[in-house]
C-alpha cells in the first residue's frame, strides 16, 4: 500500500508567491495533520481534521496559511504570500482511531519549502 | 514552559552503550505517549508507544512516570543504526499529540 503522498518534495519560491502544498493520506484514515518543522522550534502542529472537517487549527501562524481537506482522499495547505520566515520542511501525517485511543501517525516524505 | 521538553544533545555514544533519554511533558491530561524516530531528512516514524508499565521491545525499553509527568527511553547495545533524533510525543486529545523537539543519538563506532 502507498505510504501518506506529499507534492513537491521541493519548493524554492521568491518572497510574495503563492505556495500550495498537497497530501494525499492513506486510504481509510479520517484523520489528517499538517505540521511544520524547523531547527529552532522543532515539529509544530499547524492543523488536522478529521473526516474532513478542522477540528483545530491554533498552530496556523497567521491569516497566509490556510488549508482545506475537499474529501477523504486530498488536502492542501496554502500560503499567501510567503515570507522567507515560512521556509521549513512540512509533513503532512495521517492516522485512524481504530481500536486504542490514539494511533500512530504515519508521516509523508515532507514538502522543504524555501522562500528567498 | 514548553508543553514538551527534550534535553537535544547530541549523545555521542559508542557502538555496544547503553543511553537513555528522558522527556518531560506538561499536560497531566495526556493519557497516551509515544516515541518517534527521525533519520536525517527524513519523516518521523512510530518507535514505539508507552505503556504505563513500562514496555520493552528487543533492545529499547520506555517508562513512564505520571507523577512526575516524564517518559524515557532506554536503549541498549547500541548499533550505529540507531544514529537517529528521537522525539517524545505525548497526546493532547482527539488524536492530537505534541512532539518534543526532540534529542540527537549519534553512536560512534
Known amino acids: 500500500d502507498a505510504g501518506v503522498i506529499q507534492s513537491p518534495r521541493h519548493e524554492v519560491t521568491e518572497m510574495g508567491q503563492e505556495v500550495t502544498l498537497r497530501c494525499k493520506p492513506i486510504?481509510?484514515?479520517?484523520?489528517l495533520f499538517w505540521y511544520r518543522q524547523t531547527m529552532m522550534r522543532g515539529l509544530e502542529l499547524l492543523i488536522y481534521f478529521n473526516n474532513n472537517v478542522p477540528i483545530d487549527d491554533s498552530g496556523m501562524p497567521e491569516d497566509r496559511f490556510s488549508a482545506k481537506m475537499p474529501n477523504a482522499s486530498f488536502s492542501t495547505l496554502k500560503i499567501q504570500p510567503s515570507e522567507p520566515r515560512d521556509s521549513a520542511v512540512y509533513f503532512c501525517?495521517?492516522?485512524?482511531?481504530?481500536?486504542?485511543?490514539?494511533?500512530?501517525?504515519?508521516f509523508g516524505p515532507g514538502t522543504r519549502l524555501t522562500v528567498l | 514552559r514548553k508543553e514538551v521538553e527534550q534535553d537535544p544533545g547530541p549523545f555521542n555514544v559508542p557502538e555496544g552503550a547503553t543511553v537513555a533519554f528522558n522527556c518531560t511533558y506538561s499536560n497531566s491530561a495526556s493519557q497516551s505517549f509515544f516515541w518517534y524516530r527521525q533519520d536525517c531528512r527524513k519523516e518521523p516514524k512510530l518507535l514505539m508507544s508507552?505503556?504505563?508499565s513500562g514496555n520493552e521491545d528487543g533492545r529499547f525499553t520506555a517508562q513512564l512516570n505520571r507523577a512526575s509527568q516524564y517518559i524515557s527511553l532506554l536503549i541498549r547495545d547500541s548499533k550505529l543504526s540507531d544514529s537517529a533524533t528521537y522525539l517524545c510525543?505525548?497526546?493532547?486529545?482527539?488524536?492530537?499529540?505534541?512532539f518534543g523537539t526532540g534529542t540527537k543519538l549519534q553512536v560512534i563506532p
Open positions: 508507552v505503556y504505563s
Open positions: 486510504s481509510g484514515h479520517d484523520y
Open positions: 510525543a505525548p497526546s493532547g486529545g482527539y488524536q492530537k499529540v505534541t
Open positions: 501525517a495521517s492516522t485512524t482511531r481504530g481500536r486504542g485511543n490514539y494511533n500512530e501517525q504515519f
